[in-house]
Structures are given as C-alpha cells and as structure tokens.
C-alpha cells in the first residue's frame, strides 16, 4: 500500500520544494554532523529558536553564521563585550542578550571538551555510549556544560543530529536513511 505523504505530516504541506523548511528537513534534519564548528552552530540556532520558529531560524542561518564567524569555536569562545556588542545590534540574528551570551560562554565550554575529549563530536559519541536514548539523561548532562539548555533544545539538538531518534514521521522516507 503506497503511503499518502512519503514525507513527515509537517513537510507534506508544504507545496514549494524550496521551501527553507523543506531543504532543511530533507537535507539537514536528522543527519549527523560530525564537524564540531557545525556542531556548535546548531547548538546556536537551536538555543536561539526558543520562543520562536523554526522557520524564523532558519530564514537568519546567513546572518548567524556571518555574525558568529561561521561557527569557529575557536573565534567565538574568544568574544569580549565589544563583540556582544555588536551582536546585539545586528538586525540580521536574534538580538538576545542571555541567548548571545549563552553562545559564548558554550563555545568556552566545547573548548574544554575539545581538549580533554579530542572532539565536541567525541564528547557526545561518548556520551551516547552511557546516555542512550535517555532524554533526561542528556538533558541532565547539557545542564552541567552548557548554558540556555533546557529539554526541548537538548531534545531538537539531538535529534537534529541524529544522537536521539525521532527526527522523522515513522513513514517519512528520511527516517530509513
């Protein structure tokens, strides 16, 4: 029997295939990333998105990326206020404070893992080891590394990422890839 929707419910609806939701849901949702710096940036899109759209998020990725130096870890965990500063005045992101300091201070914190673990990546592929599927147990662990972290963030990261399932519609034909 052929499936009504081959894709999630959500993504069905939508008649323009280049729709921002589309590409990302057919393109980014649900595939592991293995680069840390792209790790860390949708750690910051997913932080920023709280309270939001998605859509909204996705329709300001080239401004955040332009605004946080394409995600570099290492760029980012060096900010001073004056580039806070400048972040809160950039009409381009999401202008806010405790959103724009939270990046900060957790590319600080994947800096850490990045010495001791080797990897942001390796961090998490360690931790999938002992966390599982168990979405409290990630949140739990996010809360004592990363600020503006709460379960629906942790969750969507995760699974954005593909660490926790759930990313796809059970018929969705991107949950078998």
């Known amino acids: 029997m052929k499936m009504k929707h081959p894709y999630c419910v959500y993504v069905s609806t939508l008649a323009d295939k280049n729709d921002v939701d589309k590409i ?28 939001l759209s998605w859509r909204t998020i996705l329709m ?4 955040f990326r332009g605004a946080y130096h394409n995600f570099s870890i290492t760029k980012v965990s060096k900010y001073k206020e004056k580039d806070i500063a400048r972040l809160l005045n950039d009409a381009n992101i999401i202008r806010n404070r405790l959103k724009i300091h939270a990046a900060v201070y957790n590319a600080q ?43 629906e963030i942790v969750g969507e990261f995760l ?9 796809h519609d059970k018929h969705c034909k991107r949950a078998r890839i």
């Open 24 to 51: 990302y849901h057919d393109k980014h949702y649900g595939v592991p990333i293995r680069d840390d710096d792209e790790l860390f940036g949708r750690l910051i899109m997913e932080i920023n998105q709280a309270g």
């Open 60 to 63: 300001k990725e080239k401004g």
């Open 109 to 151: 914190e994947i800096s850490k893992l990045q010495k001791e673990f080797g990897s942001f990546r390796k961090w998490l592929d360690k931790n999938a080891k002992e966390a599982g599927t168990d979405k409290k147990k990630w949140v739990l662990l996010f809360k004592k590394h990363f600020k503006f972290v709460g379960g």
């Open 159 to 167: 699974m954005s990422i593909n660490v926790l399932p759930g990313a």
